[in-house]
């Protein structure tokens, strides 16, 4: 059983930065692939950027490529997600969620809500304009 605690949330302005945190427990965390995924009320939630096992390769939304990094510690079982030049746009609960396997061989697979086994409770991003 894996468990998965984002932080880091919270309100910032548009064109400012953010780094989201996804602490994991419960079982080594360098097994799986992960990714970050983000939903508004009354909207399916949406793939935001995922990164496989090693950290050497990654996937990421139209929407925020260009301006948000992923990666991850697995020394002490982090990931990341460092957004920059927010837009309003981007508010939404983020979620952390590790995939079923070690690799993510495309962008469809890593944009599926069915390719990830564990989620966290997700932390609030609020972008004004």
């Known amino acids: 059983q894996v468990q998965l605690v984002e932080s880091g949330g919270g309100l910032v302005q548009a064109g400012g930065s953010l780094r989201l945190s996804c602490a994991a427990s419960?079982?080594?965390?360098?097994?799986?692939?992960m990714a970050w995924f983000r939903q508004v009320p009354g909207k399916e939630r949406e793939f935001v950027a995922s990164?496989?096992?090693?950290?050497?390769?990654?996937y990421y939304a139209d929407s925020v490529r260009g301006r948000f990094t992923i990666s991850r510690d697995n020394a002490i079982n982090t990931m990341y997600l460092q957004m920059n030049s927010v837009k309003p746009e981007d508010t939404a609960l983020y979620y952390c969620?590790?995939?079923?396997?070690?690799?993510?061989?495309?962008?469809?697979?890593?944009?599926?809500?069915?390719?990830?086994?564990?989620w966290g409770q997700g932390t609030q991003v609020t972008v004004s304009s």
């Open positions: 969620a590790e995939a079923r396997l070690p690799y993510i061989g495309s962008d469809v697979f890593a944009s599926r809500l069915t390719s990830y086994e564990y």
């Open positions: 419960g079982r080594a965390f360098n097994q799986n692939a």
């Open positions: 990164i496989n096992r090693p950290g050497d390769s990654t």
